[in-house]
T-cell receptor, first 114, second 115 residues
Framework: NAGVTQTPKFQVLKTGQSMTLQCAQDMNHEYMSWYRQDPGMGLRLIHYSVGAGITDQGEVPNGYNVSRSTTEDFPLRLLSAAPSQTSVYFC?????????????FGEGSRLTVL | AQSVTQLGSHVSVSEGALVLLRCNYSSSVPPYLFWYVQYPNQGLQLLLKYTTGATLVKGINGFEAEFKKSETSFHLTKPSAHMSDAAEYFCAVIASSYNTDKLIFGTGTRLQVFP
């Protein structure tokens, strides 16, 4: 049972570099989302998707892009990394829309921007 | 807008003692409320949720929470703490009657359990 798989688990970037955090789920979930977790701030929603081809912004979308070309994959792109984007990123998915609250989380990707 | 406030970023209890983690919500419409738990170096997993119906909700690992509309609270309790309960706990809210898919989390409470 793979569930929600995130890669890479760890990444160090220099300011201005770009990268993509990958997220894949094998549960045929329609809803997928990205959160960032920072000390003392809990989890903040970056972007989410309610199905292939549909994405929307969360609480802190600036500096991040997403796309949803397939049901399984929901990559998060950082076009020009900044130190403020140093964080732990979590991908989460759900059977339907997020209101059910039963999100299934990946194990996280720890990103450091120097 | 909906939000949750978790009172106390750190809570320490002795093994066998009562666990009480506080969560207050703000919502102009009836909320759906959740508690998630995060063990070290892992993602979050659902402990319990309140949507409609019974206001006392039971979850996994002996935890329960009570929705109190008059107090806008959804505190998490467990009668007797176990060492394995040490983790970070997050309260979360979503608006039930808006067409929204945004689950909003609180800032978290780290629970320490001492032998």
């Amino acid at each position: 049972n793979a569930g929600v798989t995130q890669t890479p688990k760890f990444q160090v970037l220099k300011t201005g570099q770009s990268m993509t955090l990958q997220c894949a789920q094998d549960m045929n979930h329609e809803y997928m989302s990205w959160y960032r977790q920072d000390p003392g701030m809990g989890l903040r929603l970056i972007h989410y998707s309610v199905g292939a081809g549909i994405t929307d912004q969360g609480e802190v979308p600036n500096g991040y892009n997403v796309s949803r070309s397939t049901t399984e994959d929901f990559p998060l792109r950082l076009l020009s990394a900044a130190p403020s984007q140093t964080s732990v990123y979590f991908c989460a998915s759900s059977y339907s829309s997020g209101w059910t609250g039963e999100l299934f989380f990946g194990e996280g990707s720890r990103l450091t921007v120097l | 807008a909906q939000s949750v406030t978790q009172l106390g970023s750190h809570v320490s209890v002795s093994e066998g003692a009562l666990v009480l983690l506080r969560c207050n919500y703000s919502s102009s419409v009836p909320p759906y409320l959740f508690w998630y738990v995060q063990y070290p170096n892992q993602g979050l997993q659902l402990l319990l949720k309140y949507t409609t119906g019974a206001t006392l909700v039971k979850g996994i690992n002996g935890f329960e929470a009570e929705f109190k509309k008059s107090e806008t609270s959804f505190h998490l309790t467990k009668p007797s703490a176990h060492m394995s309960d040490a983790a970070e706990y997050f309260c979360a809210v979503i608006a039930s009657s808006y067409n929204t898919d945004k689950l909003i989390f609180g800032t978290g409470t780290r629970l320490q359990v001492f032998p």
